[in-house]
């Protein structure tokens, strides 16, 4: 398969907790980002790489999200100290020019 | 105002009806324009881009108002397989952030 790939695929966490997720972009892609989306709602922007370097971050990506892309490859988005608020499902999408390629995204429920 | 306005629906519709979703945007500096498809608990995949002069893809026809900053999307012949939420997107200029709208669900009706 050489679709945008999400792990874990589904993560449940206790309030506080920190969590971490990866995306594997599709190989050729340099752009990569990251959308959260809520029920009943579109993806919203989160944050952006084009290679390693994070070009464009969202008000909404607080102090306790991080998001990096070390070697220009993979990406892992970290959210320190969760919240109730905080579920969602997490997509990443990546591109080569105007058409980003979404992975199946990372539902997360905080309880 | 919200950047991207979508009908709300949703739509229920027969097999064989022409179904018209609207929508609006609020950045006269948009550049790129686009129509995402998405089916229960999946992920958004683009359905078309959306040009000034206009787009077809077989059932589909989709519209770009720059004056008006609306776009629509037409679809003919409806199956139903099209049943799907579609979701309007929006690139900004200079950006390569996407900013979509809800979404309005369309349910093809045997």
């Known amino acids: 398969d050489t679709g945008v790939s999400q792990n874990p695929r589904h993560k449940i966490t206790k309030r506080g907790q920190n969590v971490t997720f990866r995306c594997d972009p599709i190989?050729?892609?340099?752009?990569l980002y990251w959308y959260r989306q809520t029920l009943g709602q579109g993806p919203e922007f989160l944050t952006y790489?084009?290679?390693?370097?994070?070009?464009?971050k969202s008000r909404l990506l607080s102090d306790r999200f991080s998001a990096e892309r070390p070697k220009g490859s993979f990406s892992t988005l970290e959210i320190q100290r969760t919240e109730q608020g905080d579920s969602a499902m997490y997509l990443c999408?990546?591109?080569?020019?105007?058409?980003?390629?979404f992975g199946p995204g990372t539902r997360l429920t905080v309880l | 105002r919200k950047e991207v306005e979508q009908d709300p629906g949703p739509f229920n519709v027969p097999e064989g009806a022409t179904v018209a979703f609207n929508c609006t945007y609020s950045n006269s500096a948009s550049q790129s324009f686009f129509w995402y498809r998405q089916d229960c608990r999946k992920e958004p995949k683009l359905l078309m881009s959306v040009y000034s002069s206009g787009n077809e893809d077989g059932r589909f026809t989709a519209q770009l108002n720059r004056a008006s900053q609306y776009i629509s999307l037409l679809i003919r012949d409806s199956k139903l397989s099209d049943s799907a939420t579609y979701l309007c997107?929006?690139?900004?200029?200079?950006?390569?952030?996407?900013?979509f709208g809800k979404g309005t669900k369309l349910s093809v009706i045997p």
């Open positions: 999408a990546s591109s080569s020019d105007n058409e980003q390629f």
């Open positions: 790489f084009q290679n390693e370097a994070q070009l464009e």
């Open positions: 997107v929006v690139g900004g200029a200079g950006s390569y952030q996407l900013t």
């Open positions: 190989s050729e892609h340099n752009r």
